[in-house]
């Protein structure tokens, strides 16, 4: 009986002590692929074994570290008990951003409540929250939380180098665009236009925010200064930002100010120049869109080739190389390959590849989508622009059956037509495009819309 019980508490002290071998073998075995760079297989190894139970307060901070090096993309294919089961502040906040898609606000403040402050994370997780509530319509909760996100960010940037500043850097500036788009709905376009300036035109954002800036003025009744910010898209630095909704929006800058020739001539030449162009490149990606990668390979191909296929084809290339989501999704591509080429060992080359499969499909689709969507935009605009020029035409069929005619003579620029603050500079433009004048730009037109014979008499 001593000897049956003895042999059974051996044999279950030897089972506890390979039960715990293998969990030390997991770890030793991540840490080795973690000490010879394979930061994706490091993290897959010890990830897998605790899919549904939680780690330890020293595996958790092991994990936190892996993920520094790998970015998030790794847990997409996880479900939500899988990641809640992590237990860790990466994890909580891919929940929470997954809530936010779902609209499901409650549960985005649920996961991010326990987000520690001095967690690098934390600039992100108040943007989401921040988010959260403007999606929800609590606007007054939204912007003091993007003020927060804003400072934050702010103090984590100073402090960092390279590509973390960055990653910082547009945080900190979605915030500010986020809090200048809500003053913007709210119709209080004065702080929305604060709120854009506040953008340094060193950003990779300044570009898109010029247009919204441009709506500011043209609500504020300042048709001048957005005919100004819009005619920075002209220059040869913005060259490959075109932006449909600017020129529909310029046409309508015209025809509030009456000046109907000058509509007519930016709708006429957006139907003679953009829409042709647009058709041949709706062609070009219809045409060659079947083959499997082809979206992802067009942002690697030579810029004289992409610019024979079509004209706006190599604009569109350099503005996607600069998106924040498409180049989250290369660098973690780029990160991949790396363990794929050096074809250590320790990796986890099944893995490895399955993983660039699934990047290069997402990098692919995220292309195709955002072209496609361009050139709809395009043709969406065209109904915009046709509309406004039944506008403009009936306008001015009116006033010739009335025998009327707007002011004539008029000057095609004055300096007192200019509306600058006390603290604002004046210069004259030159023929030429300054960097450092870029977006500070404002036309100096009269309105034409008093009509002769009518003193007083406004539309």
């Known amino acids: 009986m001593k000897l049956t019980f003895l042999i059974l508490f051996t044999l279950f002290s030897l089972d506890l002590f390979a039960k715990k071998s293998k969990k030390d073998q997991i770890y030793e075995k991540s840490y080795e692929q973690y000490r010879t760079l394979n930061f994706y297989s490091a993290l897959n190894t010890i990830a897998e074994m605790y899919k549904f139970q939680t780690p330890d307060p020293n595996t958790r901070n092991y994990l936190e570290n892996l993920v520094q090096h790998t970015g998030t993309h790794y847990f997409n294919t996880y479900s ?10 990466t994890t909580d906040l891919i929940m929470a951003k997954r809530n936010l898609y779902l609209r499901k606000f409650k549960y985005v403040h649920k996961r991010l409540k326990r987000m520690p402050k001095g967690h690098r ?27 927060k996100c804003a400072e934050v960010a702010k103090e984590w940037e100073e402090k960092n180098d390279d590509k973390i500043k960055k990653y910082f850097a547009v945080i900190k500036e979605s915030c500010i665009i986020d809090i200048a788009r809500i003053y913007f709905k709210l119709g209080d376009f004065e702080k929305a236009i604060r709120h854009y300036e506040d953008i340094p035109k060193t950003s990779i954002k300044w570009p898109y925010i010029l247009l919204e800036k441009a709506w500011s003025y043209y609500y504020l009744g300042k048709h001048n200064r957005s005919l100004g910010i819009l005619i920075t898209y002209d220059s040869p630095l913005l060259a490959s930002y075109f932006m449909p909704e600017a020129e529909v929006l310029k046409a309508m800058n015209y025809y509030q100010m009456c000046l109907y020739e000058d509509a007519l001539f930016v709708i006429e030449n957006y139907y003679k120049t953009y829409k042709p162009r647009s058709n041949k490149l ?56 790396k363990e794929i080429f050096r074809n250590h060992k320790n990796a986890n080359m099944k893995m490895l590849l399955s993983m660039q499969g699934d990047l290069k499909e997402q990098i692919n689709h995220y292309v195709k989508v955002s072209m496609f969507k361009f050139v709809n935009e395009i043709h969406q605009h ?19 059956y009335k025998s009327k005619d707007l002011t004539a ?20 433009f030159e023929n030429s495009f300054w960097a450092d004048e870029l977006g500070d730009y404002t036309f100096a037109l009269e309105s034409n819309c008093k009509v002769k014979g009518l003193k007083g008499f406004r539309r």
């Open 382 to 400: 065209s109904e915009s622009m046709f509309n406004l020029k039944l506008e403009v035409l009936s306008k001015q069929r009116d006033l010739v």
């Open 409 to 428: 003579n008029r000057s095609r620029g004055d300096e007192s037509n200019i509306d600058k603050e006390k603290y604002q500079e004046f210069w004259t």
């Open 282 to 337: 709706k062609e070009v990606l219809s045409s060659k869109g079947k083959q499997k990668f082809f979206y992802y390979d067009l942002m690697f191909k030579p810029i004289k080739e992409s610019e024979q296929e079509s004209a706006f084809l190599r604009n569109l290339i350099t503005q996607m190389s600069k998106r924040i989501k498409y180049n989250l999704d290369l660098n973690a591509l780029y990160e991949i390959n």
């Open 80 to 89: 939500d008990l899988e990641l809640r089961k992590m237990n860790i502040p």
């Open 121 to 147: 994370l934390f600039a992100e997780s108040v943007m989401v929250r921040a988010t959260a509530y403007y999606l929800d319509n609590k606007y007054e909760k939204a912007v003091k939380q993007f003020n």
